[in-house]
């Protein structure tokens, strides 16, 4: 819900709740209790400090209000965390006629079809289309509030997985952490920005890793055109490595898109950082052939060890949904997040992948 705040401008309700530490804390448990505590006493005494330090006026009037929209969003979000979700970008300004919008229309709907969540900026053109496709029911958004550009489409518009805000690196966050995949059709520069934010986010590892498809409509050639310019440019001159096109897709297909999401999930579920080691989730257990493979073929991400299949580790017990998945435990060296992205796609194969870059 909008309020107006002391200027007359329009914000997220800014009403916080009471802390309830009885229902933050999952199983009792009193560990993850007092942590979560500490994160709240933590948030407390940096905004002590900034008082102290005598910040302006406008610095605690922005960060009063980037809490305010972060705190209202994850409110919103919460209650679909356990959903598969797939943020859609792409520009405002398409139009229905046009072969992008029909083909963000298909792509919602398939999605939907797979119990999937769309998320989208909630406006119209391409965010509009998804929706479209999605329904209501599977779908989310996150709009911008602008002088233009800023209404929300009718598929989304008044529903309680709306989220209106104000700032750019707030929404964008939550298109990011909130999604389990990102596809991306044509647009301007936001779309850009989101797309290569996307990117750069798991190439550098503040992202877990999850599959970026770059969408064009039947024969279009928008992204086409900037893969070639990223391989010509960037990887021609040596500023991105080989293995970082594993990151990302290009395809002129909704069903080829849905496919690469699937697919993605296929056998992988989820990874995790424990201490020193990144946990890989597994909807089944790995062959020990497969093992075996990845042992002699992705020794070059390993920081120390071997990969070792065992049950969930004890420090994944707040998460008791996934305690009877298979684990794929290992130390990896957090550098090769795009041999990473490769890992997971043996293992969802069930054999070595073939490259698709002609590396390995």
Known sequence: MLVTDNEGELVPDPVIPRFNPDG??????????????????????SADKMAADGSSRGDLKLISRTLREL????????????????????????????????????LGRVFAENDWLVVTGAAAGIMEAGHQGAGREHSMGLNIML???????????????????????????????????????????GTLDEAMEVITLLQTGKRDMVPVVLLDPPGGKYWADLDQFLKSHLLGNRLISPEDQYLYTVCDSYE???????????????????????????????????????????????????????????AEKDEPDLAQKARLVFTFNRRN????????????????APSRFGNK
């Open 24 to 45: 933050a804390a999952m199983g009792n448990d009193d560990d993850r209790l007092k942590h979560i505590e500490d994160l709240i006493q933590t948030i407390k005494e």
């Open 71 to 106: 705190r209202y969003a994850f409110k919103v979000f919460a209650p679909y965390r356990k959903r598969r979700k797939v943020t859609v970008f792409g520009s405002a300004r398409t139009k229905p006629e046009e072969p992008a919008y029909q083909e963000a229309v298909h």
């Open 147 to 189: 002088p233009f550009e800023q209404q929300a489409n009718p598929v989304i518009r008044d529903d309680h997985k709306l989220v209106h805000m104000k700032y750019f690196f707030t929404r964008k966050l939550m298109f990011v952490k909130e999604c389990d995949a990102v596809v991306c059709l044509p647009g301007g520069f």
């Open 256 to 314: 080829v898109a849905l496919q690469e999401v699937l697919n993605f999930f296929k056998v992988y579920h989820s990874m995790r950082y424990v201490k020193r080691e990144l946990v890989f989730r597994l909807n089944e257990p790995l062959e020990p052939a497969l093992l075996e493979a990845i042992q002699a073929n992705f020794k070059d991400i390993l920081a120390e060890g071997t990969f070792t299949q065992r049950d969930a580790l004890p």
């Open 337 to 352: 997040f795009g041999r990473l992205r490769f890992l997971i796609d043996t293992i969802n194969l069930g054999r070595l």
